[in-house]
C-alpha cells in the first residue's frame, strides 16, 4: 500500500528560530493529515490536523500546509522553545477506508538548541 | 477525564509465555486500535475496532488476537511471546467522523 514518508530524519533548529518539519505523502486519495508530537517515553500526542479541501491551517504556534499538487504537507512551529523537541509524525488517513486507518511516517528528531 | 489508558507500562516475558495488554477509554469512542512502534520507526498497526464485538485485522496482526466485548476496552493477547515482538504497544481510540487518534502512554514489552 501507499504510505506517507518524511524528507528529514533529524532537524536541530535555535531556541526561537520557526521550524519547518516537512512530509510527502503519495497517495492522491488521502482527505485527512494529522501531525503528532511524541515525546520520550509517550505516546503520540494530537497537534494539528488538516483535510484535503484545505491549504493551510493555523494553530497556537503551529501551522500546517497542505500542497496536493506535489503532495507534500509541512509543520511550521514559531519561536521553537525547547519544550518542543520530541520526534513529529504526520499521518495520513485513506479516503474510503471506512475505519479512519491512519498510516504514520517514520518520525522527524526535532531538538532545540537552548 | 483519564483519555486512554493502558496496563501495565513495563512487562519482560520469557519466549512462549502469554499476557494481555489492557486498555480502556473514558471518551465513549467507538473506534480503538493498536499500534506497535519499533525503535526508531513510525507505528504500525496490528488490529482495530469499529465498535463493541467489531474486530479486524491491521497490517501486522500475526502472533496477536484482540476482543471488543465493551465500548471502553480493547485488550490486546500475545499468546506465544517471541522475541519480534518486543516492542512498544500503543492503544488508541477516536470518535466518530474525521477526528484525530488519542493516544495511550504505551506498553514497553520486552520478551527474552
Known amino acids: 500500500g501507499e504510505s506517507v514518508g518524511l524528507h528529514l530524519p533529524t532537524l536541530s533548529v535555535q531556541e526561537g528560530d520557526n521550524s519547518i518539519i516537512n512530509c510527502a505523502y503519495s497517495n492522491s486519495a488521502s482527505d485527512y493529515f494529522i501531525w503528532y508530537k511524541q515525546e520520550s517515553g509517550k505516546g503520540p500526542q494530537f497537534i494539528i490536523d488538516i483535510r484535503s479541501n484545505m491549504d493551510k491551517r493555523q494553530g497556537q504556534r503551529v501551522t500546517v500546509l497542505l500542497n496536493k499538487t506535489v503532495k507534500h504537507l509541512s509543520l511550521q512551529i514559531a519561536a521553537t522553545q525547547p519544550g518542543d523537541s520530541a520526534v513529529y509524525f504526520c499521518?495520513?488517513?485513506?479516503?474510503?477506508?471506512?475505519?479512519?486507518?491512519?498510516?504514520f511516517g517514520k518520525g522527524t528528531k526535532l531538538s532545540v538548541i537552548p | 477525564n483519564a483519555g486512554v489508558t493502558q496496563t501495565p507500562k513495563f512487562r519482560i516475558l520469557k519466549i512462549g509465555q502469554s499476557m494481555t495488554l489492557q486498555c480502556t477509554q473514558d471518551m465513549n469512542h467507538n473506534y480503538m486500535y493498536w499500534y506497535r512502534q519499533d525503535p526508531g520507526m513510525g507505528l504500525k498497526l496490528i488490529y482495530y475496532s469499529v465498535g463493541a464485538g467489531i474486530t479486524d485485522k491491521g497490517e501486522v496482526p500475526n502472533g496477536y488476537n484482540v476482543s471488543r466485548s465493551t465500548t471502553e476496552d480493547f485488550p490486546l493477547r500475545l499468546e506465544l511471546a517471541a522475541p519480534s515482538q518486543t516492542s512498544v504497544y500503543f492503544c488508541?481510540?477516536?470518535?466518530?467522523?474525521?477526528?484525530?487518534?488519542?493516544f495511550g502512554d504505551g506498553t514497553r514489552l520486552s520478551i527474552l
Open positions: 499521518a495520513d488517513n485513506q479516503s474510503g477506508a471506512g475505519s479512519y486507518q491512519l498510516t
Open positions: 488508541a481510540s477516536r470518535g466518530l467522523g474525521n477526528q484525530p487518534q488519542h
